[in-house]
């Protein structure tokens, strides 16, 4: 497969997979919507702190697992499977001791609802190993299809539940309906995919198992510590501006980066060490020249409307435009990454991660002087100095000029429209069209990347340096 089919293969399947995810965060909210008429705040609240509770270990499900089996040259579909329910099982011990606490200082119904969740934890787990295959075999419309029926069969198990008892074990139930759905659709096939293949194979050891595992627990936190930190240092005002801000383009983006990170990296597995530096530089120019071009069309259209937000809301405007500024990188980042997992360089990426959420654990530290401006700023600043350093020791065997035309987008972006929201007036249109500018050409650039040279065979063993 040549690196400009890949590249067309791959955001093809994105925006395929991308589909399905989108329909069914709208099922999503407009069920939580409908929700409100049977279940009381005081219901959302017991959800929100059973989540809470278990935020990290659900966060861990499957240690690394289907990044390891997306990023291996074989398909490791049936020993993979086995060891998540393995892994997982400790995850469901963690959260039986969690609601066993609920349970002895007499809060029983949060109690039931840790319990609903950790039972989800393992078939969450095969859910999201049965994506993977699929996304590995590049069979993205029989997942989407699943995505769309488990999302109904959600949002009709949640309304039910609730109109029938007005408790919050309807949002527990609802996730587990997802979850069963989407195994009971997508594992049939999967038996005849792994029928003998297993045996044939060389099993992996705890090593490498292991650093899937640091790897996962390295990648989670760099996505968590901020708010824990916001939360510990700053006001409730503050705290709820900068959460707001980053469900509506942090968290938005996760519909376009899941599936994103998933089908590059198994793009990228599947190349050999030749091709993949090719499809690796094509497809993080693109992506963040892409990225870049539709978040200097979003902060001009808030420039446009910030002003009907509530007056109390009113300052999230700017922070909005500033996180969307940082979102090439943060895709950078993300693409590096998968870049080093195909490779075999998990120790590397668990280690650029944990310094990731150092990093953002000490910017997050600028909440304390409840101006959520410095915040925000910091924060751009922040991840724009790690995608860099990400790109910088991505195993790609390209010049400090090629590695800067890969950065370049995502950096004016993080730059000009920052600033932009700062200033605001003529300015703010000036530094925005120009950003314009340079995405819309960087992506023609690499479109028409045909004259990227492949590597020579050095790059090859420079993968293995920090695996």
Request: aromatic residues 6%; proline residues 4%.
């Amino acid at each position: 497969m040549s690196a400009a089919t890949g590249v067309g293969a791959v955001l093809r399947g994105v925006a395929h997979l991308s589909v399905g995810t989108t329909l069914v965060q709208v099922m999503v909210a407009v069920s939580q919507a409908v929700l409100v008429v049977w279940l009381s705040p005081e219901e959302f609240g017991l959800w929100a702190t059973a989540t809470a509770s278990l935020a990290v270990l659900t966060g861990l499900v499957n240690f690394g697992e289907v990044n390891g089996y997306l990023a291996s040259g074989e398909d490791r579909l049936r020993e993979a499977r086995r060891a998540i329910w393995r892994l997982n099982g400790l995850l469901v011990i963690g959260s039986v001791a969690v609601g066993v606490g609920y349970w002895l200082s007499g809060r029983p119904e949060l109690a039931l609802l840790v319990a609903l969740i950790g039972v989800n934890i393992p078939l969450l787990g095969e859910s999201n190993l049965l994506y993977a295959a699929y996304v590995r075999r590049r069979e993205n419309g029989s997942i989407v299809r699943a995505q769309v029926a488990s999302g109904l069969a959600r949002t009709a198990v949640g309304l039910a539940v609730a109109w029938l008892t007005g408790s919050a074990v309807a949002l527990a139930l609802a996730v587990l309906a997802y979850s069963v759905v989407m195994i009971v659709l997508l594992a049939p096939r999967t038996r005849a995919w792994v029928s003998g293949s297993g045996d044939r194979m060389t099993r992996l050891g705890w090593r490498a198992r292991r650093a899937w595992s640091v790897q996962a627990l390295c990648q989670l936190l760099p996505t968590q510590v901020d708010f824990l930190v916001v939360a510990l240092v700053a006001g409730p005002t503050l705290l709820g501006l900068y959460f707001f801000a980053y469900q509506v383009t942090v968290g938005l983006s996760t519909v376009v980066a899941g599936p994103l990170a998933k089908s590059v990296l198994a793009a990228l597995a599947a190349q050999d060490g030749r091709g993949r530096p090719v499809l690796a530089e094509r497809l993080m120019s693109i992506v963040a020249a892409g990225v870049g071009t539709a978040v200097a069309v979003a902060v001009g259209a808030i420039t446009l409307v910030g002003g009907v937000l509530p007056g109390d809301w009113e300052a999230a405007a700017p922070v909005i435009a500033m996180l969307l500024a940082s979102l090439p990188a943060r895709f950078l980042t993300a693409l590096s990454d998968a870049v080093q997992m195909a490779a075999g360089s998990w120790w590397r990426s668990a280690a650029l991660n944990a310094v990731d959420a150092v990093g953002t654990a000490a910017v997050a530290l600028t909440a304390i002087t409840g101006d959520i401006t410095v915040l925000a700023v910091s924060m751009v600043a922040w991840k724009t100095v790690v995608m860099v350093v990400r790109v910088w020791r991505c195993p790609l065997d390209l010049s400090a000029q090629r590695r800067m035309a890969v950065v370049a987008p995502a950096v004016l972006v993080a730059g000009a429209l920052t600033a932009a929201a700062l200033v605001g007036g003529p300015s703010l249109w000036l530094l925005t069209v120009g950003a314009l500018a340079v995405c819309g050409t960087r992506i023609a650039v690499a479109w028409r990347g045909g004259r990227v040279a492949a590597p020579p065979p050095r790059a090859v063993a420079a993968e293995s340096s920090w695996s």
